[in-house]
């Protein structure tokens, strides 16, 4: 963050802006206002959004202010703006999918994780552009740190909204790496919490498998604070655990570990993958952390965790989007129509055998959690590539989708473009605020360490 986006408004986190709308040093229309006033100057070049009513977002930010100033006890998110992925339903907005068969579609209902966001004081503050069907279709937006590089996908313009400072946070989706590999191009923190945390109520389900909600923030911090919001059981989705006590993630995110955290290095079947400037970032990292860092050989079961989703997630997709592919294939993408084609023929032997390896990489990940506080792996190749014809690869991020294991990326390294290299840590399922924890360590530790090169 630059010195004028540290004194702005619009740079606040979640956090600091959430603490200033409460006491009243802050008013939500001046913060929604801010962000309008950014998203007007730079999204014309990034293109994040795909609706945007300025007026509607105003209305709500004055209405948070107007129950505010009466005395009304306020929720932990009041009167703050957030973006919403264009897959998840909004009763106000229309949800197109990023596909022209649903052009100006509304479903009229909030998905859950909207009405919770809604309980919790949030302004909607409008959609970002996804791929089409939150698949491997290129959107239109850019990457904010080099127009002439892809933002990663399926959550595109929620990580671009994020990284140039349109929005403090915003939802996206991950059913491979659409929310860590978006993130980890675009230089912010994106979090995919363990499988069940946050329903798919109202969201477009691709695999029900695989789906998840995830989000994106400038800190752990602040990712902390809208999870704990977004978290928790629904009945609309049997995915979701049972009821139980909210995960208290930001209180987690900020305690002090009884021990610093140890992580290991795991360079998983994907290593061969990684671009030079990657091998040499992690190299620097595991310098930075010494004796906290282990390099770690993962069971060669692991191996086959990229086969396992491809299938559940191509036979899912053939499925759940069959009656898209029979009226407009012509319209759709047609990589996701080969994927669809293939979906169909798998058997349903293998489909429940790729299902079964999950718990059996499961099992693996507990016993080497009673050792480690988190896995160190990339996010991605490298830098976001060059070109818009495609969003990457979500290689690195396929493994720990599958597994339904809580996922962060920080960005953290830089390559030779000076483009961000995210630091992909996992954490063992169910433990999401164990891994938010070991990540706050390890991003101060780092800004530390980066301030007193600088000085």
């Not at 923190?189 to 995830?214: C, E, N, T």
Request: hydrophobic share 40%; aromatic share 8%; glycine share 10%.
């Amino acid at each position: 963050m630059t010195g004028s986006e540290k004194g702005s408004l619009y740079g606040l986190g979640v956090c600091e802006a959430v603490a200033r709308l409460r006491d009243g040093s802050l008013s939500s229309r001046d913060l929604t206002a801010a962000c309008l006033e950014r998203i007007k100057a730079f999204d014309p070049e990034i293109e994040a959004w795909v609706f945007l009513d300025p007026e509607h977002a105003m209305a709500q930010a004055e209405a948070c202010d107007r129950w505010r100033q009466k005395g009304h006890p306020v929720g932990p998110l009041h009167g703050l703006p957030i973006a919403v992925k264009d897959i998840i339903e909004t009763r106000d907005m229309p949800t197109e999918y990023g596909c022209s068969l649903y052009k100006g579609n509304r479903s009229g209902q909030d998905a859950t994780v909207v009405a919770k966001l809604r309980a919790a004081g949030a302004v909607i503050l409008g959609k970002t552009v996804t791929t089409e069907f939150a698949v491997y279709r290129p959107s239109k937006t850019k990457n904010p740190h080099d127009p002439g590089r892809t933002p990663g996908g399926s959550s595109s313009g929620s990580a671009a909204a994020v990284a140039s400072f349109m929005a403090p946070a915003a939802l996206g989706t991950q059913t491979n790496g659409s929310v860590i590999r978006p993130a980890a191009y675009c230089g912010v923190y994106g979090f995919k919490p363990s499988f069940g945390s946050i329903s798919r109520a109202g969201v477009l389900g691709l695999s029900s498998f695989l789906d998840q909600v995830g989000l994106m923030a400038r800190s752990v911090e602040d990712i902390a604070a809208v999870g704990d919001v977004l978290c928790g059981y629904d009945a609309q989705d049997p995915g979701t655990a049972p009821p139980s006590a909210g995960p208290d993630l930001l209180a987690r995110a900020r305690e002090e570990a009884p021990v610093p955290p140890k992580f290991a290095f795991v360079k998983t079947a994907q290593w061969a993958e990684a671009e030079p400037v990657t091998h040499e970032a992690f190299e620097q990292m595991a310098a930075f952390l010494g004796d906290r860092i282990t390099a770690f050989e993962l069971p060669r079961e692991f191996d086959e965790g990229v086969e396992a989703l491809r299938r559940v997630m191509w036979a899912d997709l053939a499925k759940n989007l069959a009656k898209d592919y029979d009226r407009g294939r012509e319209q759709l993408d047609p990589q996701l129509c080969h994927m669809i084609e293939e979906g169909a023929k798998i058997t349903a032997v293998d489909y429940n055998r790729a299902r079964d390896l999950r718990g059996v990489l499961q099992a693996h990940l507990d016993e080497i959690f009673d050792a480690f506080d988190g896995l160190l792996t990339p996010a991605t190749a490298g830098e976001a590539p060059l070109g818009l014809e495609s969003t990457g690869s979500p290689a690195f991020c396929s493994t720990w989708t599958f597994i339904g294991a809580p996922a962060l990326s920080l960005p953290l390294l830089r390559g030779e473009a000076g483009l961000p290299i995210g630091v992909q840590l996992v954490g063992q399922r169910g433990d999401d605020g164990r891994l938010l924890r070991s990540a706050n360590w390890l991003a101060k530790r780092f800004e530390e360490t980066l301030d007193e090169d600088a000085a």
